[in-house]
């Protein structure tokens, strides 16, 4: 009988541009103050990709790029480059593409991936099983978003929520037993639409002078019931996974959240009954990054993973979309730690 495969993550990487935006300039941009956002979003400052002419792929490729050095990986071996991003380059070609081409991969394919600040969970999930299938050996998976570029900073609300990044992963296959992606509960609700969306720019609502003049090519968002559902569901899906794999809250070492809110993460911490200690968070550096946050988290807390850690992954976006995963790490973070 032919081995089980195990997808496990070997490498991951990150890229945020140099410029901070912190609260204190912000609220010169519109009426706000640093007590405010933090008190409401625990966001003390976020990166902003200010170059003309940069976009998403820019960031995407300088994480990749890092990935590989620091996996030391061969650009022929790699099979596929996954983008998980709101904010492609353009329409078409894919962000992904791009990437690729930049990168000068021969024998990869490459595609975006579209499910919102939930797009890296669900695009790790997808190159998990392409690996388990025995067909493919190397996978690239990245979260990116430039959500600058989709910020109204007109609106108090919501510009001091987000940030510009990139965070990227490498998943293979191993023989071994009981290592990688154990598990997952993917859900999307379908219902959200009219909560959190752009509403111009798309096939619905083409762009037009009178959309641009009305300022309808921003996100939206209704916060309050965007943070109801997101404890809700990402509650529940954590509940499920761990109950499925008789997990405990001792038997976890991290919970990686999305990085939407403090408060949300807070709250998720206190519905699981797990300390705040064993939840990654990143958000008072870099805001809500979208796809980015949760490849990017890792990045930042790296060296703090040891193999065998029991990890919850959760994440919501629009859609409205979310998950959890199980994974137990393949890897001792502090041997690699520190390539930035």
Not at 38 to 54: D, F, N, P, S
Not at 145 to 162: G, H, V, W
Not at 271 to 297: D, F, H, W
Request: glycine share 8%; with cysteine.
């Amino acid at each position: 009988m032919p081995q089980k495969i195990n997808a496990i993550i070997t490498g991951v990487a990150g890229y945020v541009p140099d410029y901070v935006l912190n609260n204190e300039e912000l609220s010169r941009m519109v009426d706000t103050n640093d007590e405010w956002i933090t008190t409401r979003t625990g966001i003390k400052e976020r990166r902003i990709l200010t170059e003309e002419g940069l976009g998403t792929s820019y960031m995407a490729r300088k994480a990749a790029k890092l990935l590989m050095k620091k996996t030391a990986s061969d650009p022929d071996s790699i099979d596929a480059v996954m983008v998980a991003t709101t904010t492609p380059d353009y329409v078409h070609p894919s962000t992904a593409s791009i990437v690729l081409g930049k990168l000068g991969l021969k024998n990869a394919f490459a595609f975006d991936f579209s499910a919102a600040c939930c797009g890296f969970l669900y695009a790790l999930d997808v190159a998990c099983s392409m690996i388990q299938s025995g067909r493919y050996k190397k996978i690239i998976v990245i979260g990116a978003d430039k959500m600058s570029s989709i910020t109204d900073y007109q609106d108090r609300a919501t510009c001091p929520l987000f940030g510009d990044g990139a965070g990227a992963v490498m998943v293979e296959g191993t023989e071994e037993e009981n290592i990688g992606l154990i598990d997952s509960e993917l859900r999307t609700d379908g219902k959200g639409l009219p909560f959190l969306h752009i509403k111009a720019g798309g096939s619905v609502c083409p762009p037009s002078r009178f959309t641009v003049d009305h300022r309808l090519h921003y996100t939206y968002q209704e916060g309050r019931m965007v943070f109801r559902y997101a404890v809700t569901a990402m509650g529940d899906d954590c509940v499920k996974v761990m109950e499925r794999n008789n997990l405990t809250v001792d038997d976890i070492a991290h919970v990686v959240p999305h990085q939407a809110n403090l408060r949300i993460i807070e709250a998720l911490a206190k519905r699981l009954n797990m300390p705040m200690e064993k939840v990654m968070v990143n958000i008072q550096n870099y805001g809500n990054t979208s796809a980015a946050c949760m490849p990017l988290v890792l990045w930042d807390k790296e060296k703090e993973l040891k193999k065998g850690d029991n990890m919850i992954f959760t994440a919501f976006g629009a859609g409205f979309v979310n998950g959890a995963a199980y994974i137990k790490w393949a890897y001792d973070g502090a041997d690699v730690a520190g390539s930035k």
